[in-house]
């Protein structure tokens, strides 16, 4: 229950420091706060995050009885610290910094304007602003669930149980271990790393066994998971059935071999011709020979890449293959000193340590490396003929060899490409295609399919730079070769950071708070449900699956998987969605509030909606770095560019602006959009607002959608200065002055 709150009373504190009193005229701005808009307190002070302007703040709190602060001064990105005066107090930042004073021509017209305008905004929107109150549930479970019990589960299991957590370790298999029980040797573990490591994974699993913490359930899938983060409800299929209950998920299902079968082009299918695997199972026997005469394999051949990078298999580099064949070599070379070994490679890539491995197998004489491309497999009597084009010499050659060994690339369990999608596709809804090839590990009780939607390729990943480990599921976290590919020690380190994401979302749901990228935030949405249409927009749109629905379509909230992102705001067409702190009315009240100029005075004002994840920062650099752009530009920060709303879009245009940009993170395959396809859902409504535009017989292109990446602020002056431009080569927009 949110707690009866006391009248607002308003203090709006002007700094004139880092800049800003040579710039602008401060004591015309305190005139916009205290005569224009009836501010009841307002002051300046020369230094206002030092420890006198802090008093100041602070002593009109505890005896002026101000209880709401719009702090005008730098960047919300800094001196968050400073200005934190606790929860009882309602606090706003507007930033006359970097927007202003350190990116506009000092003492001009235009430069204060902006700074008035910015004023105002932000008193509009803290007057729509209420505190918010975090959403608790009654009892929260603490116990981390991991399914996968190779070496990456094992690791985040003792991980999760070490740091006081119990553990619930579930493998669909008889036994822990995972892929790694089928290897003889693995990668180099300890310095000088140049050797084969013991294969450890029995002590792995006897340390999970013996921890009192961890529960382990052999033989075992998950028939179902339903509600959220802090109180997932997990039924298994164990030979009964069984309930759990699960505060946060690891999945640590680890990889698959790629079908070797697909690549009867490298000779698949001849005698004699066997992936990596099959090598790996044959070293364990210490034995390792021609399948088809059971004599001893002494001139092998290994071809790299064997269906990875090529657009026909696996476009991706499987990470490990390069350096198995190098381990792989050393097996035969150990096994037989007459043995000799060719690596036909396209490049050789050890990431890590393992490079000092490779070096040292260069040594060995017995193993030939060559650059080329095995272009064609011949099996000819007891010997294959491998012919390899692309060589340094330019032209092919054709090796004999007792057995050829395809370095097959590395498939995430959470992909079946043995799935067949029966829908076509101009009939499939976002969530569906997003749930085409999955696997069926989770089996997720969740309007948006029952897996987890991935990056590409079918890696249960997220947001690859900033957020690894996290899925597009809140609560539920990947670790190992499930989520990119690479071997068992970068699976240790994955497993550590999972289990650790994992522990700090219980703590996070059991405060009421947000996880990534709105770490802490309190906030969550709220539903006027008698005014719900029905229309299933929050439902398909919203990135983490945090709402399921009815059977009659009303939407059902889970507010713990929520990620505070709004873009259920901006989807929903009769605006019954909003946040305390973030609402329709919040941002439309700022859209409304600025001086707008007549269409007399030639002054155009562009509204830019900017994204606060990494095109906001890049706005800081572009002040930081003093770069000049044109001052008709007035900016909202939004939490992500898919919380636009077409209501802000109409609100704008009836004020009079003359466009609208919308700037927002990249999205594509390589896309840093923090809450997944915001960028990509602007530019989609946006095309819808345009065909709105035309047929009122106002040009399109006053609304822009762009995208820039954090390291991109170079760009800002270009991207604003070409739109105000364009902008100023249209007519003023007519509903100035209505």
């Not at 035969?332 to 050789?348: E, L, M, Q």
Request: net charge negative.
């Amino acid at each position: 229950m949110t707690q009866e709150q006391a009248p607002k009373k308003t203090g709006a504190y002007i700094c004139s420091g880092c800049g800003i009193g040579e710039c602008l005229n401060v004591d015309e701005l305190s005139k916009v706060a205290k005569d224009e808009l009836k501010t009841p307190v307002v002051k300046t002070h020369p230094f206002l995050c030092g420890s006198e302007g802090v008093e100041l703040i602070k002593s009109d709190i505890a005896n002026e009885g101000v209880n709401t602060l719009s702090i005008v001064a730098c960047s919300v990105r800094v001196n968050y610290d400073i200005f934190d005066f606790g929860p009882e107090v309602l606090l706003d930042r507007v930033d006359i910094r970097e927007r202003v004073a350190w990116c506009h021509e000092p003492n001009d017209e235009e430069t204060q304007a902006l700074a008035g305008d910015y004023i105002r905004m932000g008193l509009a929107k803290i007057k729509e602003m209420n505190h918010t109150s975090p959403y608790k549930i009654e009892s929260v479970s603490e116990t981390i669930m991991v399914v996968g019990g190779g070496i990456t589960g094992l690791t985040a299991a003792l991980n999760a149980a070490r740091a006081g957590h119990k553990v619930e370790l579930v493998e669909k298999e008889a036994r822990l271990g995972g892929f790694m029980n089928n290897l003889k040797k693995i990668f180099p573990q300890t310095a000088p790393y140049d050797t084969v490591s013991v294969n450890d994974i029995e002590d792995r699993v006897k340390e999970v066994e013996d921890d009192p913490d961890i529960t382990v359930h052999l033989n075992t899938t998950i028939k179902s998971i339903s509600g959220g983060p802090g109180m997932f409800d997990v039924s298994l299929k164990d030979g009964s059935q069984s309930k759990i209950n699960i505060g946060a998920i690891v999945l640590a299902t680890g990889f698959k071999p790629y079908d070797m079968s697909k690549l009867t082009h490298l000779g698949a299918g001849l005698p004699d011709v066997i992936s990596g695997v099959d090598l790996e199972k044959m070293a364990l026997d210490e034995a390792i020979k021609r399948p088809s005469d059971g004599k001893p394999a002494r001139r092998v051949v290994f071809a790299l890449c064997a269906g990875s990078r090529c657009d026909e298999h696996l476009n991706y580099c499987s990470s490990v293959c390069c350096s198995a064949s190098l381990k792989q070599a050393d097996y035969i070379r150990k096994s037989d000193p007459d043995a000799s070994v060719t690596i036909v490679y396209r490049d050789i890539r050890t990431t890590g340590t393992t490079e000092h491995f490779y070096k040292s197998i260069q040594q060995d004489p017995g193993i030939f490396l060559t650059k080329g491309d095995v272009d064609n497999v011949k099996h000819e009597g007891d010997e294959l003929y491998i012919t390899i084009k692309n060589t340094l010499l330019g032209g092919p050659v054709t090796i004999k060899a007792d057995m050829l060994v395809l370095a097959t690339g590395i498939v995430p369990t959470a992909f079946d490409e043995k799935v067949v999608a029966t829908i076509p596709n101009d009939q499939m809804q976002d969530f569906d295609r997003e749930q085409v090839g999955k696997a069926s590990i989770l089996n997720l009780e969740y309007r948006q399919g029952p897996e987890l939607p991935d990056l590409a390729y079918g890696f249960a990943d997220s947001h690859f730079i900033c957020f690894p480990y996290e899925t597009r599921r809140t609560g539920i976290y990947s670790a190992g070769a499930v989520r990119h590919p690479q071997d068992s020690a970068t699976a240790r380190n994955d497993a550590v950071g999972a289990a650790l994401k994992a522990i700090q979302c219980v703590k996070m749901v059991g405060r009421g708070r947000a996880v990534h990228p709105r770490s802490g935030d309190d906030s969550y949405p709220e539903f006027a449900m008698e005014r719900c249409t029905q229309c299933k927009r929050c439902t398909v749109e919203c990135p983490f699956g945090a709402i399921n629905e009815d059977e009659k379509a009303n939407p059902i909230p889970f507010p713990t998987r929520c990620r505070r992102c709004a873009t259920c705001l901006g989807a929903c067409p009769v605006q019954i969605i909003s946040f305390k702190n973030y609402s329709i009315q919040m941002i439309g009240a700022m859209i409304k509030s600025i001086d707008m100029p007549d269409e007399f005075d030639e002054k155009p004002r562009v509204l830019a909606f900017i994204c606060e994840n990494d095109a906001m920062p890049a706005l800081d650099m572009a002040g930081i770095n003093r770069l000049k752009y044109s001052p008709v530009v007035r900016f909202i920060q939004l939490r992500c560019l898919g919380s636009i709303n077409l209501q802000w879009v109409a609100d704008a245009l009836s004020s009079g602006w003359d466009g609208i940009m919308m700037i927002g993170c990249k999205h594509g395959d390589d896309y840093q959009c923090h809450n997944i396809k915001g960028s990509a859902i602007a530019e989609e409504r946006t095309g819808k607002v345009q065909e709105t535009l035309d047929r009122l017989m106002l040009e399109s292109d006053r609304i822009r959608v762009e995208s820039l990446a954090i390291n991109d602020y170079h760009r800002i002056p270009e991207l604003i200065d070409g739109f105000v431009e364009e902008i100023g080569n249209m007519e003023p927009n007519p509903y100035k002055g209505f």
